[in-house]
Every structure is written in structure tokens, then in C-alpha cells.
């Protein structure tokens, strides 16, 4: 077993099929007289419709229907948001309606205003400019700060000011008492810039309707399935058990795709109308105007200190936009997701965190890798490096005297969260170790004689997984001899077909290469969490090996049977069952074939060794680590290299040792992208000025250098397993361990704050600036 089981780096199972063209996305799937559709959507960021004429559409080549708001009858369809939020005030967020076709108004460039289908997608392309949409043009609000500015446009009727919610966390009095003593306060400003999540997968979902069963089938990208199902039921009045959701293979999800979007209702409309399979697929610029958006906050904080450099106290006010619209998820993501992690990794005994939500004109902003703790943590760590700069501190000595230490754990945060375990200057050290931190000076001297900045980076963030704390999982033994494991989460790409058999293979003995994962059908699967925040290990694997414990209590009733002996004499081991003090034994895979046809050894077992069961996790984890970069930058191009990059992670037990690395990989990329090259533009009047790969900009290989990645494990005292999650840690760290290091690398020329993202244009007009007050 070792060699497919826990810690071991097992190559990933679902790679030879993906990599030799053999994966199946949804765009592949292809139904006998399939009729494709296309949406008609708004090029305008905020209008009134005055009328839809669909006639000439309705009469072009190979069209079959033009399907516009009425369609969806008096009461309409919707995307739902599933979050509640209470002011400041007591009173509720405002909730305005998500449709999936505008009625009257159009809220954003992209908007859905009509969907268009015929016999093939050149023909509903070509149709839809035949849709005539008599607009009247409105002004616009399309900046965060800005949205809620006296005499800005009202976007949607029970939101005056365009404020969403307003939300607040923590004790005021409290917190103006810990600023009230300080012998210093750092304040700092940021930007979060707004992010395309851009998988390499676009959106795509097909329909089908089967009259005579009165079934509806969506084949779609999604990050687990129920709340489509249940969603598109509620939008065309059928019962959910009535609609099967059915999830292939996913080119990457990064929460963008744990969203229902308006297309899938579309589709299904469509199909059921019409009684042919319909097929919608996203192009790369429909993605960059209708894929939920990530980030996108304005942020002040402050960080009061006493005398001896220890912090008294943190306040955080944020003004997060929402878009045009909610999703799922979205007024979680800036309020409690962000408040999870917001002190970081410090001894903070006061906070407050104030979040103002705001609807502007643009494309809706949820969940994007992270979703949440990014911000948080990218507020946290460039606030405490503001802070021991302005004090004379090296940033990491600041660090060191406020960590929360390990005797302090279980440790109680100003968030409400509980961290159960970490050794935060440990893993800290390490990693300086790895980077020669000391040795920064040399290498500072040496850029200089080139005529280049040199400067040194630490993040050292913390995260919380969350989403649903409860998980199912099935265990089946089929008659060809392999063993299905039935999941309620969704591998976007992560690796869980191999992770998920390691679980099991672990715990039963089965042999790794007769397992295998069945997950995205939501009439095959009763329920599931789904895939995000970083939750599929822990709620995954605990369900999968609870559901083996099952196994091995039946097994060892269908033993005893077998052996003709007391259930209490039966081990398990290893994958085989045997009678105690003796050598008959049989092996698992062969006493669950034996189980089908045996009796039923006792009350309440009977049909074999097959177990599902459903777990409920009491705490969630806090994966841990340090992030340093280091970078040389060149004042006549402002162009930042990263020349060094070292991270140490605790996560806990580490399951496997590559697919963790190539997860970390990832989310580092993702978070670079943002620190130096994504940014996501709208004009004054609304309109998307980085609509394309041409104008929004993507790392690439060249931009990154080898990433030093190693773990230090400290056991998670919340799961038996003793993991923490993995999946979006990277990305928590790496925005802010580089901009840390553009401004340690300008503090020569007394630049205090750097922006995401630091293009080089931003930058040589920094330095130019800077520069010249100088001269």
C-alpha cells in the first residue's frame, strides 16, 4: 500500500486520458439534432428598453425561436443569491432581481436582453444581429469608489446610493479605545484590483427535454451540480427531481464556475420549448462580458501599536463592488469570507471591519480563487510591513513579535475564528532560510552597480477553507471487480480521481488501479458540497473514509459468516480480513464478490459490502505558510523581474506531494498575474476596456521564475485526517509577497505604496516622479 498511499507523490490518474485528447467537456457533447443558440446581449452599461423586435430574426435562415423575457411568463426567472446580510442599522441587504432576460432595463455591457436559436451557430450569430433592441441610454456608474457619490445615477430601485449592504464586524468602542492609547498608527490605502477569472474552459451547457418522462437533462461546467438543478427547476416550474444535472470534465472553475449563470436557464428553455437538444458555448469575449469577476475592493486600514511595537488594535473599512447584479455568493465573499483570516496571523486583541457593498455597471463580482482571504490577507501584510517601515523595523522582526505562538493555541481571533494549530515563526524562519534573507544586502549592491532596484518580499498568510461543513460519499463494489467511489464534490483539474483513491486505498487495501471516482450527476449522486474553499480533502476524504468504516464493519459481519465464527474475532488489516489467532484469512476485493450472493449475516446488513454515509465536520482547517519574493526592477522601463521566489507551507498531512505542489504552483501564478499584469478596465461610461487578450493581460511562462516550494507538517487537530487544505493557498500569498517587494526594492526613492497591478508603465511613472522631486 505504500506506494499509492497517504504522503506519497502518486502521478495523476486522470492525466494520460486528459493529455491524450480523451477528456470530455461539455462543449464535446453532442446530441442527435442538437440546435445551437446565441445571446443577444446589451452593448450598453445601463438602459432603458424601450421595445425587442424579434420578427426578422424570428424569419432567418435555420432559426427555430427567439426567446426574449415574456417567454419565462408574468413571473419571470432568476439567478438567486443564497447569501443573507444584516446591516449596520438591523435592516436587510437590498435584494434586487438577477434576470435571466432584461424585461425593461439593462444593467451592464453584456447584459442578457434575448437568446437566440437555430440549426447552427453560424445561423443564430447571424439572426441575432437581426434583433432590433430600441435602447434609451443612461448614465453610468462604473468605478468602486465612486458608486455611492452624491448625484450618481441610481442603479437599481431599492438600492439608493447603489449601497448593497452595509455590514460591520466587531466592537467600535473597543477598537477607538485601542487607538485612543497607541503610541503609533499606520494608515495605508489599497486598491484590489478587479480580476477575469479566464479558464482555460469557457462556459458551455447543453439541453435536452424528454417529453414522454417529462425529464430535463443539462449537461454543464459547474463546481457541483444541486444548486443548478435546483435552480433551474425553480426558473421553469418543474420539480428538481425532474432535472438531472450532469457535470463532465472541467477545464478549470476557480469559483467562477460554482455560479449558475443565465445561459443554462436559456438552453433548457430552449430545449423543452422546442423538443431538440440545444447547445450554448461561450466564446472568449462573451467570457470576458458575462463570467462573474473577482476582487474589485477599495480598502483603508489602520494599525494602532503600543510602545513596544505590539498591536492594540486593527480597523478595516472596504467598499466592495457587486457589479450589476448578485450571484451565489457574492455579499459572503468581501463580509464573512473576507473576516475569516483578516488578522492574519497576529496577536490582535481589537478589530473592526466595516464592508460597504456596491452595485455599479458592470459584469457581477463573486467568488474567484480564494475569494476572500486574499484580500484580507493582501490588506493584512502590507499594512504590517507599512508599519515596521515607519517604526524602523525590519518587517519580519515586527512579525516575529506579534505572531500568535504556539502555546497560545487553541487560539480564539478578533474574527471569531479559532485557529487550532500553527507554528508561524517556525515556518517563517525556514523559508528565510531558503531565500538567504540575510544575504539580501549583497545581492541589493550588486543590482545597483547594473543600474537596477533590488528588493525582498515576505506574505506570511493564513486562510480558512469553508463552504458546506457536510459531505457524502458511497462506496460501491462492482461486479467486474472494480470499486466505484461515488463524490459529492467536483474535480475543476484539482486531481481528485487520484487523491480520492489514495484516501481509499488507504483506509480499505483496495488496489489503487481498480478505483474509480464517479462524480457530477445529480441523479446518481443524492448530494454533495461541491468544490471550493478549498474544501474537498477535508470534507471529501473524511467522508470517504467514514463511508469505509461501514465497509469494514459489514465486511467483517460477512467474515465472520464466511469463517463461520464470531463477528468479534474478525480483524481487518491491510486490505484482508482474517480470524483472529489463526492464518485463514480473505482479501477484500474477494469477500465483496462472495457478499453479493451470501445471507445476510445480521440485522440490518444485507446486499454485500457497499456503505454511503453523510459526515459533518465540526471546525474547518487554517493552512499556513510564508511567502518570499524577490525582484529586480529597471527604472528606464519599470519592468519588475522576479528573480526568486521560495514558499514553505504547513498544510498539515500532506496527502500528495505533487498534486499539492502543482496546486501551489498555480495559485502563486494566479496571484502574480494580479500583482503585476491583470487588471480589469471600464470607462466612465461603462463600456469594457479590457475585453480581450489584446488589452487584458495573462502571465506567461517568461513572466514567473522557478518557485522553491517545500511544507513543514503540523498536524491539523480538526479532522481526523489531519490535513488543511491546499487548493487556493497560493494565491493567498503571492500579491502581496511581490508588491512587498517592488516597494522594499523603491524604497530609495521614498515610494511608499505600489498599486496591483505594478505594470511597467505604472512603475516608470513612479519612478519618474520620484525621481524628479529628488533632482
Known amino acids: 500500500m505504500a506506494k499509492f498511499g497517504v504522503g506519497q507523490p502518486v502521478r495523476r490518474v486522470e492525466d494520460q486520458r486528459l493529455v491524450t485528447g480523451r477528456g470530455r467537456y461539455t462543449d464535446d457533447i453532442s446530441i442527435d439534432g442538437q440546435a445551437h443558440g446565441y445571446v443577444v446581449r446589451s452593448p450598453h452599461a445601463h438602459a432603458r428598453i424601450r421595445s425587442i423586435d424579434t420578427r426578422a430574426a424570428a424569419k432567418a435562415p435555420g432559426v427555430l425561436g427567439v426567446f426574449t423575457a415574456k417567454d419565462f411568463g408574468p413571473e419571470g426567472a432568476s439567478v438567486p443569491c443564497f447569501i443573507p446580510i444584516t446591516n449596520k442599522d438591523g435592516s436587510e441587504r437590498a435584494d434586487p432581481p438577477h434576470p435571466i432576460l432584461c424585461t425593461d432595463k439593462v444593467h451592464y455591457v453584456g447584459d442578457n436582453v434575448a437568446f437566440v436559436v437555430a440549426e447552427t451557430l453560424a445561423q443564430a450569430r447571424d439572426a441575432a444581429e437581426l434583433v432590433e433592441v430600441d435602447y434609451e441610454e443612461l448614465e453610468a456608474v462604473a468605478g468602486t469608489a465612486q458608486a455611492t457619490e452624491a448625484g450618481r445615477v441610481q442603479i437599481h430601485p431599492d438600492a439608493p446610493r447603489n449601497i448593497a449592504f452595509d455590514w460591520l464586524h466587531g466592537d467600535e468602542a473597543k477598537v477607538d479605545a485601542a487607538f485612543a492609547k497607541a503610541a503609533h498608527v499606520t494608515k495605508i490605502e489599497l486598491i484590489n484590483n478587479r480580476l477575469v477569472c479566464n479558464a482555460m474552459e469557457p462556459r458551455a451547457a447543453v439541453a435536452e427535454f424528454d417529453k414522454s418522462a417529462g425529464k430535463l437533462t443539462v449537461h454543464t461546467c459547474t463546481q457541483g451540480g444541486w444548486a443548478f438543478r435546483d435552480t433551474l427547476a425553480q426558473n421553469l416550474g418543474m420539480e428538481p427531481a425532474d432535472v438531472r444535472v450532469i457535470t463532465p470534465d472541467v477545464g478549470g472553475g476557480f469559483g467562477m464556475k460554482a455560479m449558475f449563470y443565465p445561459e443554462y436557464t436559456m438552453a433548457a428553455l430552449a430545449a423543452k420549448t422546442l423538443g431538440r437538444a440545444v447547445k450554448w458555448t461561450s466564446d472568449r469575449s462573451e467570457g470576458f462580458l458575462s463570467d462573474s469577476m473577482g476582487r474589485d475592493h477599495v480598502t483603508t486600514a489602520e494599525l494602532a501599536l503600543d510602545g513596544d511595537h505590539r498591536i492594540l488594535g486593527l480597523r478595516v473599512s472596504t467598499i466592495a463592488s457587486m457589479g450589476a447584479y448578485y ?42 480563487r480564494g475569494a476572500g482571504r486574499p484580500e484580507s490577507i493582501y490588506c493584512m501584510e502590507r499594512l504590517i510591513d507599512a508599519a515596521a517601515r515607519e517604526l524602523g523595523m525590519e518587517p519580519t522582526e515586527l512579525r516575529r513579535l506579534n505572531f500568535v505562538k504556539p502555546s497560545q493555541m487553541p487560539y480564539s481571533t478578533a474574527a471569531g475564528e479559532l485557529y487550532d494549530t500553527g507554528e508561524f515563526e517556525r515556518v517563517m524562519d525556514a523559508c528565510m532560510a531558503k531565500a538567504d534573507y540575510a544575504g539580501l544586502e549583497a545581492r541589493r549592491k550588486a543590482a545597483a552597480a547594473k543600474g537596477k532596484y533590488r528588493g525582498i ?37 484539482q486531481g481528485h480521481e487520484t487523491a480520492y483513491a489514495q ?41 470517504i473514509n467514514s463511508a469505509s468504516d461501514i465497509v469494514i464493519e459489514r465486511g467483517k459481519a460477512y467474515a ?25 484469512t480473505i482479501d477484500i476485493m474477494s469477500l465483496a464478490q462472495k457478499a453479493r450472493t451470501m445471507a445476510s449475516p445480521a440485522e440490518g446488513i444485507e446486499g454485500g459490502l457497499d456503505a454511503e454515509t453523510t459526515i459533518k465536520l465540526d471546525a474547518w482547517t487554517f493552512p499556513n505558510g510564508c511567502h518570499i519574493a524577490e525582484v529586480e526592477i529597471d527604472p528606464d522601463t519599470g519592468i519588475v523581474t522576479i528573480v526568486d521566489y521560495n514558499v514553505v507551507d504547513d498544510f498539515g498531512v500532506v496527502l500528495n506531494p505533487m498534486l499539492v505542489e502543482g496546486q501551489v504552483h498555480g495559485g502563486i501564478v494566479q496571484g502574480i498575474g494580479q500583482a503585476l499584469l491583470e487588471h480589469t478596465v471600464y470607462d466612465e461610461s461603462g463600456q469594457l476596456m479590457t475585453g480581450s487578450f489584446m488589452d487584458y493581460c495573462m502571465p506567461r511562462a517568461d513572466d514567473l521564475p522557478s518557485f522553491d516550494f517545500s511544507t513543514i507538517e503540523v498536524r491539523c487537530a480538526n479532522n481526523a485526517m489531519g490535513v488543511k487544505g491546499c487548493g487556493e493557498a497560493g494565491s493567498v500569498g503571492s500579491p502581496a509577497a511581490v508588491i512587498n517587494a517592488i516597494v522594499d526594492a523603491l524604497q530609495p526613492l521614498g515610494i511608499r505604496n505600489v498599486d496591483m497591478p505594478a505594470t511597467p508603465e505604472k512603475l516608470w511613472r513612479q519612478i519618474q516622479g520620484a525621481q524628479s522631486k529628488a533632482a
Open 327 to 368: 450571484y451565489f455568493f457574492a455579499p459572503f465573499i468581501p463580509t464573512y469570507a473576507a473576516l475569516k483570516v483578516l488578522p492574519g496571523v497576529y496577536d490582535i486583541p481589537a478589530m473592526t471591519y466595516a464592508v460597504t457593498g456596491v452595485f455599479t455597471n458592470t459584469v457581477p463580482v463573486d467568488a474567484y
Open 503 to 543: 484516501v481509499l486505498h488507504e483506509k480499505l487495501g483496495v488496489p489503487f488501479e481498480q478505483i474509480r471516482i464517479v462524480q457530477g450527476d445529480t441523479d446518481r449522486i443524492k448530494g454533495g458540497g461541491g468544490t471550493g474553499g478549498s474544501r474537498s480533502l477535508t470534507a471529501q476524504g473524511t467522508a
Open 560 to 584: 465472520a459468516q464466511h469463517f463461520e465464527t464470531a463477528a468479534a474475532d474478525i480483524q481487518f488489516q491491510e486490505g484482508t480480513f482474517s480470524v483472529a489467532g489463526t492464518d485463514r
Open 457 to 493: 518580499g515576505m506574505c506570511y498568510y493564513i486562510e480558512s477553507t469553508m463552504g458546506d461543513p457536510s459531505e457524502s460519499a458511497k462506496v460501491e463494489f462492482a461486479e467486474d471487480g472494480t470499486v466505484a467511489v461515488l463524490v459529492g464534490t467536483q474535480s475543476n483539474g
